[in-house]
């Protein structure tokens, strides 16, 4: 039969069977071996690309979990203001109160906290060398940016923070920043920390930025707690 002769059905439902033998042979195009037919390009670059998709799909997942496990371990924190913690002495006077108060309402009125401390402490072996501290507890998408809008707040204040560096954060992890301020009282190492559950800073007396990183690192492990 010849190509102009095929019927509507026959185009529809493939070639009829052939009866050469006793049973009918039916014509196919696919390989006799039941094989699939050769694969070409656009098949190799289909697959291709599934692969590539499934690379970044689980390198995204992963990427995903980390954070969502980081966020759930910073997230419950406490903040205390302890008598003594890291060598220095909590300052209850009159003056030392109003100082802390005043530091802590402005900080609380820059970013939505769930609580805030503020306090001043004092150096036994030097009065001089005094250390406010003040910070507060909420969820923190971003502490990293959370942190350095902190620190431009700082700086209308008190004037241009300068040397602003990333330091060492302790155990407890997160970001930790420091730099250098000038106030009223003269000029200040300022440092700051935040993690996905807090965030806090301090102000150093007469220290240098190093000494004031690592004596932040100390207060941090004395009045910070987790879960």
């Not at 000038?182 to 559950?197: E, N």
Request: proline share 5%; net charge negative; glycine share 12%.
């Amino acid at each position: 039969m010849s190509d102009a002769h095929l019927t509507e059905r026959q185009l529809v439902e493939g070639p009829e069977p052939v009866e050469l033998t006793d049973e009918p042979i039916t014509l196919s195009t696919h390989d006799p071996a039941g094989g699939s037919p050769p694969k070409g390009p656009a098949s190799r670059r289909r697959r291709i690309a599934l692969t590539v998709a499934l690379v970044v799909g689980l390198a995204g997942a992963a990427a995903l979990g980390t954070a969502g496990w980081r966020i759930a371990r910073e997230k419950d924190v406490r903040l205390g203001t302890p008598d003594r913690v890291a060598g220095l002495t909590r300052d209850d006077s009159d003056r030392a109160r109003s100082t802390a108060d005043y530091l802590r309402s402005g900080f609380a009125a820059d970013i939505e906290l769930d609580r805030s401390v503020g306090t001043v402490y004092s150096d036994p072996a030097d009065e001089k060398r005094a250390v406010l501290f003040f910070g507060g507890t909420t969820l923190l998408w971003q502490p990293e940016r959370d942190l350095d809008s902190l620190f431009g707040l700082m700086a209308d204040e008190t004037g241009r923070v300068t040397d602003l560096r990333g330091v060492p954060a302790g155990r407890y992890g997160g970001v930790m920043k420091c730099g250098r301020t000038s106030g009223d009282g003269g000029d200040f190492a300022v440092c700051g920390w935040a993690d996905h559950g807090s965030v806090a800073m301090g102000m150093f007396a007469n220290r240098s930025v190093d000494e004031s990183a690592d004596l932040f690192r100390q207060i941090r492990d004395g009045v910070q707690t987790r879960g």
